[in-house]
C-alpha cells in the first residue's frame, strides 16, 4: 500500500478524479491503516482535488478508529462547506465518529438536524455508536 500512497503523493498524479482517491482511502482504513488514510485525504486536498460525498465515510471512519474528534470536525466542516450534509452514508459516518470519539451530545446534533428520511439508518447507527462505547444516552426525545 506504500506505493498506492507514494503514486498519489507524485506531484503527476495531482489531477485524479476523486473516485481514485476514494479507492485508495477505502483500502487503506480496511486495512487499519487509519493515519494513512488520513494523511491520504489531507494529500488529497492539497493536490487540489475535491472529495466528493464517498470520500468522508473511510475519512471519518479513520478519524474513530484513532480517537481524533477535532480531525472528525475538521471533516465535518468539509462536510458541510462541500454540501454533503444530507447524504445518508455521510450522516451515519458523521455520527459514528462522534459517538466512538465520545462526543455524545455532538452525534445527537448531527442527527436532529438531518432529514427525516434518513432517521431510520442514523437510529441504526447511533445505536451501534452508543454500544461501541457502553453508554445508555438517549439519542432523541420521542414526542408524547
Known amino acids: 500500500m506504500t506505493d498506492a500512497i507514494s503514486l498519489v503523493r507524485n506531484s503527476a498524479v495531482a489531477a485524479v478524479p476523486s473516485t481514485q482517491w476514494n479507492v485508495r482511502l477505502r ?7 487509519f493515519a494513512e488514510s488520513i494523511s491520504l485525504y489531507w494529500s488529497m486536498l492539497r493536490s487540489g482535488s475535491s472529495p466528493d460525498a464517498c ?5 471519518l471512519k479513520s478519524c ?3 480517537w481524533l474528534p477535532v480531525s472528525g470536525q475538521q471533516l465535518h466542516c468539509h462536510v458541510i462547506r462541500g454540501g454533503f ?14 459517538c466512538k470519539c465520545g462526543l455524545v451530545e455532538d452525534a445527537r446534533k448531527v442527527f436532529e ?18 454500544s461501541y462505547n457502553a453508554w445508555a ?5 420521542v414526542p408524547d
Not at 27 to 33: C, H, K, P, R, W
Not at 87 to 96: G, K, T, Y
Not at 137 to 141: A, H, M, N, Y
Open 27 to 33: 483500502d487503506l482504513a480496511s486495512q487499519s491503516l
Open 55 to 59: 470520500s468522508f465515510p473511510f475519512t
Open 64 to 66: 474513530a478508529a484513532l
Open 85 to 98: 450534509e444530507a447524504e445518508p452514508f455521510v450522516l451515519s459516518a458523521l455520527i459514528s465518529m462522534y
Open 113 to 130: 438536524e438531518s432529514p427525516q428520511s434518513s432517521h431510520n439508518a442514523l437510529i441504526s447507527e447511533c445505536s451501534a455508536g452508543f
Open 137 to 141: 444516552v438517549p439519542l432523541c426525545t
